[in-house]
């Protein structure tokens, strides 16, 4: 009797080795599995010159245009931030993202684009106030002198401890 070789021996499947059909969703073969659940997304188009919130304002939504103001579970965010400088940069910061995308795709709004450059100006004069006043807000601006001065106090947490005295 023929000796059956090794080859052949380790492809022949065991009768506990079966091929049994495909039951879970496996995402590790880096493609669309056959039995994933469809999806189907909507993002709301936005015309030319659309309504806008005041930048503090939508900063606590999470967008500056209330036409995509689509709160999640119909929770809305109206908890207003501080008044103080680092807010009103914070909300300038994000009204200028806000801007900037809403610009990718809408060139020639010279209203937008005109707003865009006034926060811009706001924006800037009130990081180099900030600064001024409380040091540097970045990294990139810890050496002005050429003396590193980013780790220099008081961190944000000795703030709340000196206002509390």
């Known amino acids: 009797m023929e000796q059956p070789c090794l080859k052949s021996v380790l492809n022949q499947t065991m009768p506990h080795e079966q091929q049994k059909p495909e039951t879970t969703c496996q995402d590790w073969k880096g493609a669309l599995p056959s039995c994933a659940p469809l999806a189907n997304p909507y993002v709301p188009f936005q015309n030319a010159n659309p309504k806008r919130y005041k930048a503090e304002k939508g900063l606590i939504r999470g967008t500056l245009f209330p036409g995509l103001d689509l709160p999640y579970l119909g929770m809305v965010n109206e908890k207003e ?39 811009s100006e706001l924006y800037q004069k009130g990081v180099s106030s900030y600064q001024k006043a409380h040091g540097p807000l970045y990294q990139v601006f810890a050496a002005p002198d050429g003396r590193y001065k980013w780790t220099e106090g ?5 703030y709340s401890a000196n206002q509390e005295d």
């Open 81 to 119: 931030k501080g008044s103080d400088g680092l807010a009103e940069l914070q909300a300038l910061s994000f009204a200028l993202t806000e801007l900037g995308l809403y610009l990718d795709t809408h060139k020639d709004d010279l209203e937008a684009g005109e707003l865009f450059k006034a926060y």
């Open 154 to 158: 008081p961190w944000p947490w000795e």
